[in-house]
């Protein structure tokens, strides 16, 4: 007898939860000649009902395993996150190509500055944008296929840009997708330009709406703004809508610190409303701000801070670095390669954030700023100081873009919320604070003002200049003072659960879907599903056949979140600063690694325990009967106390704040 040397055959299966198995299962019968397959499932999907019933269908054809993608996704999401920083850094400015820098060549033409920092790739927002997620994902596939000594892979994702990331890099594994990938970069560019028309169409019709409602008030506007000692800049509108009602304006971006402000500056306070999606016409908010004009305050929409000769200025730049960008697509197709032990071709997954930046709306928007922060900035005949929620977004750079015509006029952005630690808009690479190059130097506010000591230190150990930083203390944060100076008894807790949900819609719908499988069919608790207030939920339960199943979950519009909280014996959350409003009213918080999102939960990095992370339904459910069913708390209120004191500094006096800003301005 001759012994035959066994064949066997290593296939890595990336499955989704819209996952095809049929297909795959026939891929494999044409692969007949071989005597043993392993077939190596990598689920991005946290149904694992679905990924149990697919393996069992599979092992009738060969040895199946599940890998963890969940744990290595959070895993390479931490530790990438440095090392991307820097690669963006180091390509931007050609480091290793010090002739082909893509800050200079993309230089605005009439000025000192790269439009590179107006670019969301730049700007990495791991809120607004899916590419930070799709590269975790992509650099946990490819180490599977290495570890595995993959022989051939087959991609059953929805995932566009991801599937054809994975194409790009796929080396000498034999590659098969189920669905091919669709979309071009030529269809990208005819959308994104597209989009860019609408946009300047509605910015121009908003003007022009504006012009008819402030035809007899621009004089006087203009006046107020040339004494203004302090202009804020902030998203709008986002305001006491109990106050609004006996016609009083108070952001609750600022509050109370706008309040201690117009007390003293009365008549020298401004301020510019961005509108959160200029997208639509937004007439409705134009109106708003007609009204709180009326009222004696001076608001300003961008649009009427720019004149129509400058808008046919930005659309002529427009075009012209949308050419550049054309010409250089090649090269950055190419050589936009992240090093990850292996080097690997990532402008699949970041091709729509530079097509937006260079050749779309993005781009647009940044010119258009540039020059009504230029013109707001010139009218002011003083001494200014400007504020503004930080969040590291395109249009705070243009801000600091234009002060630096100004000696005089001083930036401060103060902390929005929370800072995660992928939270990535909020990092950058320390070199680029430093460079005495204008176009290499990243266009920072003179101060950043954090809520807390916590915050303060994770910017500080991130590479900010320790000088640039102040606490300020928790602005936004002042209510929640009321919660940490009691103990909450948790007897008087009922047994329900709040599920607080973020904005992000994919992350919404993998949350309820997580909770429904886990808990339609036991009694544990009640669950009270409490939304993001800006956004709508029931359209996304409706789709999703998600019911009530008796009481068992149910949907809190209207109750403030925190009175919720204290009543209740556990929070599930997300990325959202709803797990530090759970810790300040002593409620214990769960975490749910999701496969949408890397992990940007506040709490991560720096909870010291307070946090418990789950990463399936299984450990979702004992994890929430455990809290509830517990005879005592499982929080201890001296050290919850003390972590969102050393979080969030939260002033007993509401003018410490502004005294704080004045104390810090006066030493600078």
């Not at 299962?25 to 990598?42: L, P, Q, R, T, V």
């Not at 012009?211 to 703004?225: E, Q």
């Not at 971006?253 to 008549?267: H, K, N, T, V």
């Not at 503004?388 to 005089?408: D, F, G, R, V």
Request: with cysteine; charged share 25%; aromatic share 14%.
């Amino acid at each position: 007898l001759v012994s035959r040397e066994i064949s066997t055959l290593n296939i890595l299966y990336v499955i989704d939860d819209k996952v095809k198995a049929t297909d795959f299962i026939s891929f494999i019968k044409k692969k007949a000649n071989k005597d043993c397959f392993y077939i190596y499932i990598c689920p991005i999907t946290t149904n694992y009902d679905l990924v149990d019933q697919v393996a069992q269908r599979l092992s009738e054809y060969g040895k199946v395993k599940i890998l963890p993608f969940l744990k290595e996704f959070h895993k390479n999401a931490f530790l990438y996150k440095n090392p991307f920083i820097k690669f963006l850094s180091d390509f931007s400015k050609g480091k290793d190509k010090p002739f082909i820098s893509v800050r200079k060549y993309f230089a605005y033409p009439f000025g000192k500055f790269s439009l590179w920092w107006f670019s969301l790739v730049a700007e990495k927002s791991t809120l607004k944008r899916q590419s930070y997620h799709n590269l975790a994902k992509l650099i946990t596939i490819i180490n599977f296929q290495d570890n595995y000594s993959i022989d051939e892979l087959y991609i059953d994702i929805e995932n566009e840009s991801l599937k054809k990331c994975i194409l790009r890099n796929k080396g000498n594994t034999r590659t098969c997708t189920r669905t091919q990938p669709q979309k071009n970069i030529v269809a990208s560019l005819i959308g994104a330009l597209l989009k860019a028309g609408g946009y300047i169409v509605f910015f121009l019709i908003r003007k022009c709406v504006l012009n008819v409602l402030f035809w007899n008030k621009a004089v006087k506007k203009r006046s107020i703004l040339r004494g203004t000692k302090f202009l804020f800049v902030t998203n709008f509108p986002f305001v006491d809508k109990e106050l609004f009602k006996e016609n009083i304006f108070r952001s609750k971006y600022f509050d109370p610190l706008q309040a201690s402000i117009e007390r003293r500056y009365r008549g020298r306070v401004s301020w510019i409303g961005i509108l959160q999606d200029n997208t639509k016409l937004n007439i409705s908010e134009l109106k708003l701000a007609a009204k709180i004009n009326e009222w004696g305050y001076c608001v300003f929409m961008p649009e009427e801070l720019i004149s129509f000769r400058q808008i046919i200025s930005a659309i002529v730049v427009f075009f012209y670095i949308g050419f550049k960008f054309l010409l250089k697509t090649p090269y950055l197709m190419r050589n936009f390669v992240f090093d990850c032990r292996k080097k690997i071709n990532i402008w699949d997954i970041y091709q729509e954030e530079w097509i937006y930046s260079f050749f779309g709306s993005y781009l647009m928007g940044g010119l258009l700023y540039h020059h009504i922060f230029s013109n707001a900035l010139s009218n002011i005949k003083e001494d200014a100081v400007i504020l503004y929620p930080a969040e590291l977004y395109a249009w705070e750079n243009a801000i600091n873009i234009a002060k630096k015509q100004y000696k005089s006029v001083k930036t401060i952005g103060i902390q929005h919320t929370s800072v995660p630690l992928l939270l990535l808009n909020y990092f950058n690479f320390p070199e680029d604070f430093k460079s005495p190059d204008v176009i290499n130097s990243f266009p920072s506010p003179d101060y950043l003002a954090s809520a807390g000591s916590i915050p303060q230190r994770v910017l500080i150990d991130s590479g900010w200049p320790k000088e640039k930083i102040f606490n300020i203390g928790a602005i936004r944060y002042h209510g929640l003072s009321r919660f940490p100076q009691r103990k909450i008894d948790w007897n008087m807790r009922k047994k329900q659960v709040i599920v607080a949900l973020p904005v992000p819609k994919e992350e919404v719908e993998e949350i309820l879907l997580l909770l429904w499988r886990a808990f339609r069919d036991i009694n544990v608790c009640t669950f009270v599903i409490k939304p993001h207030p800006i956004c709508s939920i029931q359209h996304i339960i409706k789709s999703m056949g998600f019911n009530g199943a008796n009481g068992k979950f149910l949907l809190d519009i209207d109750s403030p979140l925190e009175d919720l909280l204290i009543s209740s014996r556990a929070v599930i959350v997300t990325g959202s600063t709803a797990s530090l409003d759970g810790i300040a009213c002593q409620c214990p918080v769960i975490i749910p690694r999701l496969s949408c999102k890397v992990d940007m939960n506040p709490l991560t990095g720096v909870n010291s325990g307070f946090a418990r992370y789950v990463e399936s339904k299984d450990e979702l459910v004992d994890t929430v009967k455990s809290i509830v069913n517990s005879e005592k708390s499982p929080l201890a209120f001296d050290k919850c106390k003390a972590f969102i004191s050393e979080y969030f500094t939260i002033c007993d006096d509401k003018d410490e704040y502004f005294l704080r800003l004045e104390r810090e301005l006066s030493k600078k």
